[in-house]
């Protein structure tokens, strides 16, 4: 009897938890559904943010981690049920109890997460990696005043909008860079602003230029007509905080027309432009910040980092050196442009040299673009070698700010005779270096690895220099519908550059009296279908000209008196299907007619023995005329390659040319084929293209050349007689699966032929 007591006492205390487990054993089914039916609610909601998730989405932007964190809480939970779910299919007595209560805590787990899903923010932001690309930074010397007020301005919530002024070369861009680098810096600990965008201006100056520039760097697409694109715009930006400067600002402009929202204190968000000039920035609002000239020290800390302090030791050229600085004035772009001039120079004679050269050129006239050009113009004149001033004078004839490719331009002062003679090796290797010594000289940017780029200042400079007879007049890239009236073509003019423009016509009533002008640039005037026949009548001693990219059909019958012309340049005139007789043109060392409607050669190709550079790669030829090629004996550069073309080339007559260096080529007749691939053994060619293929096969080389799906390589017999060059050689059957090598020097296309036969010929 004494043990009833607490008998009873236990079960009054089991007697909750008991019943619940009997309820978990006795409505394990009721609750499965239960958790089912939340389940379907859950993915429900997942599937809707999925769908926000993938409408917000792009590039430069991330989904935000509570977000990512649900979704993986969901894909938990739901693996979670499906185990569950399995159980309870084949659940013994004894665990049903037990697995009824791992349902019903499961069941408030999804309603936890449930909740938790209905997301009210957006689900997408910017991702803080991509809010913008960390500019190259330039040496900043001193300007820590300037930095610190313009960094006040952008953490400040009272202004909204600021104009960063100064003369030409002062540094305004330099600093720029360097606050647009920190601020991404401070994106990554304390995200003040979400995006740093960075545009660069120039004096071509349009809406729509700035419009996609902006949209550029935000990652997104806009509409044609103006101003839904700057609704577009507008509407983007407004999205976050953002900081977007524009560098380079010559003339006002509304930002509504744009799309630029108006910074406020509530938006959070900057606008900041570098001009020239204070009254650009006051018309658009902005709170002005001018960069003052380096004081005397920090000009010449600047000057010794970009020299070397090692010139502090050579025994009196302290004072030299102090002078030379003193002359630069405080403006780092003069200070960059003449230490990087005298670097690595120890001569205390030449730096006495330097100081008298620089004193005479500087004018009386003080704080104008005369007296800068001025002085960057002693950096040109310390160049030296006349043909190397040339080379950079030739730069200034592109759009302002336009990025150069390096061979483009390499290729150029060959024709323009700046680099001398010799192989086209040759040639190249010392355009690479003068562009190298102009890019260490700050006299050219280097903008990549295959490109370059012309500082406006060093351009205007250059376009100083060239203002005074023989002169250059130069209306690239600015949007020109007609080329300039008589009057303005002077007798002193010396290159004529309208290259990048809209001009669709040269009138019969335009012949300029311009006898020494010895280069014109047309290219890249799309619209230009018709040339008068007395355009050239008067220039005489023209040696470059260059019409490619244009919508002309027919030269004038003039050009066929241009006997000094040395240079014509014609690729890419896909409507061109008349070149008047060059019988005459005895000087020509260049002739590009690749990718015109040419179908047959000019008449007195042949005549013209001076030339190395012959492109005829055009799909409309239709004969080649026998005996031509041979008698272009100092030929360097020959294309004579199409995919689709009636003309068969001589391999023989191709075997004559022995100078030749750079050759693309197509070949019907395996005896053709053989002829020329046997008379090259030995030479170095420097870049080769054969093909071999009969009249009726049509074919596109790009997939051959790009493809990397399949590769076939065969060991020539003796490689060594390529100059020791990696030959890869690719047959296939006209109608079967085409076999693609990833890189290409020789290419044998035999229709018909298995590739036993080809490897079993002569040749190899």
Known sequence: MELVGPICEVLKCLGDPTCTYIQHHRKLEERMNDLLAEQRQLNAINSDVERRIKADFGW??????????????????????????????NVSCFSRGRLGKQVSQTIEEVKEIIGRGRFTEALVIDDPSTAGVPLQLEHLEGQTMVKADIWKHLMSDEIGMIGVCGMGGIGKTTVMKH????????IKSKPLFEKIIWVTVSKDFSITKIQRQIANRMYISLPEPEEERAAVLANELGRNRHVLILDDVWEGFALEKVGIPKPTSSNGSKLVLTSRSKVVCRSIGCKIVEVPLLPYKESMNLFL??????????????????????????????????????KGIYDIVEWRNALRELREHVTSVKGTDVE????????????????????????????????IPRKELIENWIDEEFLGTGSRQELYDRGHTILNGLENNYLLEKHDRDTVKMHDVMRDTALYIKSSGPRFMVKSGIGLKEL?????????LEKVS??????????????????????????????????????????????ILDLSYTNVEQLPNSVSNLEKLKALVLRGCYTLRYVPSLEK????????????????????????????????????????????????????????????????????????????????GRFTKLIDFNAYTKSIQGQELT??????????????????????????????????????????????????KLAVPTVVNVIVWRCGDCISTLLHTHVF
Request: proline share 3%; aromatic share 8%.
């Open 498 to 543: 309208f290259m990048m423009n809209n001009v669709s016509e040269i009138p019969l009533h335009l012949s300029p009296n311009c006898k020494v002008l010895s280069t014109l640039l047309l290219q890249k005037n799309e619209y230009l279908e018709r040339i008068s026949e007395s355009f050239f009548q008067h220039m005489h001693g023209l040696s």
């Open 372 to 403: 800068i050009y001025e002085r960057l113009k002693f950096s040109f004149n310390r160049l030296g070698d006349l043909k190397i001033q040339n080379c950079f004078l030739y730069c200034s004839l592109y759009p302002e700010d336009y990025i």
């Open 60 to 89: 430069g932007r991330c989904v935000r981690q509570e977000v990512e964190n649900w979704l993986l809480d969901v894909q938990t939970i739901n693996g979670k049920i499906r185990s569950i779910d399995e159980r309870t299919q």
């Open 585 to 664: 043109l005895k000087a020509l060392r260049k002739l590009d007619l690749g990718r015109t409607a040419i179908e047959k050669v000019p008449k007195g190709l042949e005549m013209l023995s001076n030339l190395t550079y012959l492109n005829l790669c055009t799909q409309s030829l239709k004969e080649l005329p026998v005996a031509v090629l041979s008698r272009l004996s100092y030929l360097q550069c020959l294309v004579l390659y199409v995919e689709s073309s009636s003309v068969e080339m001589n391999g023989f007559d191709a075997a004559r040319l022995t100078k030749l260096e750079i050759f693309k």
């Open 179 to 186: 606050i647009h680098n920190q601020l991404l810096e401070e």
């Open 687 to 736: 870049s080769y293209l054969l093909v071999m293929a009969p009249l009726e096969a049509k074919f596109n080389l790009k997939p051959l050349v790009k493809g990397i799906e399949y590769v076939y390589r065969f060991k020539l017999l003796n490689a060594d007689s390529f100059g020791s060059k990696k030959v890869i050689m690719q047959a296939a059957a006209h109608q079967g």
């Open 305 to 342: 980092a970009l020299t070397g302090r090692g010139i502090l030791k050579v025994p009196s050229l302290e004072e030299i050196l102090g002078n030379i600085v003193g002359e630069c004035d405080g403006l780092p772009l003069a200070i960059q442009v003449i230490a990087g001039s005298m």
């Open 484 to 492: 300039p009236s008589k009057q303005e073509w002077g007798e002193d």
